[in-house]
């Protein structure tokens, strides 16, 4: 267990003792993600390019004897909610971070899975609003905990399907697949080039002597506020009117050819290149080639603040910043649904220090601190430690 795991586990196990009076029956950890390129292409039925990270959310659990779930929010100030298995679950007006839990739990029941009762303390250590997917991670550890006091094993892939359900219909965040997927099956050493259509899963190693940097420009992110689904819809619009079931199916031909107006023809040419670009990323860090990877990067980045218009002033900043102390080896570009959160860099190991350096010497967030800066190697999905 890495000194982060450790750290995390005896947090959520003290809080379980505290919270119910007993050890837990098992510990459940399902680990945030970073994606390399390929952003806004998951629900367009495209290919993203993650790999699941160190911070994790990790969820303490026991069975009961009744129908009730009782949870323990360590990271919100230990509030606490409660519900029963057997009645309608509805949404939490007043702990908005209840509803990951409350949606997964009936997604779980819906998808025809019978759960019993339980306890649950639940923490995390991934930055908030940081475009981490510290959401999906919370409904992955959640699931596989669930499952797992009802002695129950389900694929991975089927558990990221019904983690996604729960944020699309139950939080009402029409996300992709990809946050889901990349937490449940993560892999050490390895980025994955994931099909959001048919769920394939390729792997691409990382090399030990590249690192992935992130840095939080310290814009917290919101999706549910409207920006994302309006993007989504958008996508839709433009893959209906080329007459085709998703943007994945679509070429710039077409699009020239649709007659579509100037936004949602610039939000579909964001995602046509985007797909080709994570496809290109992922032979590119296969064959170790970071100039190759940092032009795409950079494209990426363009692509997402011209077509797709999910930036925002500081974080194209900070992307600028990193590509020049980065250099031609390597790249970087915003991560996440856009309008805040952390961008990404990929560089050779050695530059690591010198690339931190500038960013202390050069960048502020907009509340005139330092951002949080990590370096991460690809690690594995969801478990029971």
Request: aromatic share 4%.
């Amino acid at each position: 267990m890495t000194p982060l795991d450790k750290a995390l586990s005896d947090t959520v196990t003290a809080a379980f003792a505290q919270g119910f009076g007993s050890a837990p029956d098992l510990v459940a950890r399902a680990p945030g993600r970073v994606n390399l390129i390929g952003e806004h292409t998951d629900y367009n039925d495209g290919f993203v390019l993650p790999c699941a990270i160190g911070p994790s959310t990790m969820v303490a659990a026991s069975r009961r004897d009744d129908n009730a779930v009782h949870i323990v929010a360590v990271d919100f100030d230990n509030a606490v909610d409660a519900f029963d298995l057997k009645q309608p679950i509805e949404r939490n007006p007043d702990q908005p971070w209840a509803d990951y839990i409350r949606g997964m739990i009936m997604a779980l029941q819906n998808a025809g899975h019978a759960l019993t009762g339980a306890n649950m303390a639940i923490a995390g250590n991934l930055p908030k609003g940081a475009g981490l997917s510290s959401s999906a991670s919370l409904e992955v550890a959640v699931g596989k905990a669930m499952l797992a006091l009802a002695n129950v094993e389900i694929d991975h892939s089927r558990l990221a399907q019904i983690a996604q359900s729960a944020e699309c219909d139950f939080v009402g965040t029409k996300c992709g697949i990809m946050d889901q997927l990349i937490s449940a099956q993560g892999k050490a050493g390895h980025a994955l080039l994931i099909d959001c259509r048919t769920l394939a899963l390729t792997d691409a190693p990382v090399p030990d002597d590249i690192a992935i940097m992130i840095v939080h420009s310290g814009v917290t992110r919101g999706l549910v506020g409207g920006h994302y689904n309006e993007r989504r819809r958008q996508c839709e619009a433009a893959a209906e009117a080329m007459g085709v079931a998703a943007l994945r199916d679509a070429n710039l031909d077409m699009l020239a050819a649709a007659g579509l107006d100037a936004v949602t023809t610039s939000r579909a040419r964001h995602v046509i290149t985007e797909n080709q670009r994570t496809l290109d990323a992922a032979d590119a860090l296969a064959k170790n080639d970071l100039t190759t990877l940092g032009v795409l990067m950079a494209q990426s980045h363009a692509s997402m603040r011209d077509d797709f218009e999910i930036t925002v002033p500081p974080i194209d900043e900070l992307v600028a910043l990193l590509q020049r102390a980065i250099g031609p080896a390597g790249g970087a570009r915003m991560t996440g649904g856009g309008f805040g959160g952390a961008c990404v860099a990929v560089m050779p190991a050695a530059h690591v220090d010198k690339v931190r350096a500038a960013i202390s010497a050069e960048y502020k967030t907009p509340a005139g601190e330092s951002p949080l800066i990590m370096v991460e190697r690809p690690g594995p999905g969801v478990a029971i430690l």
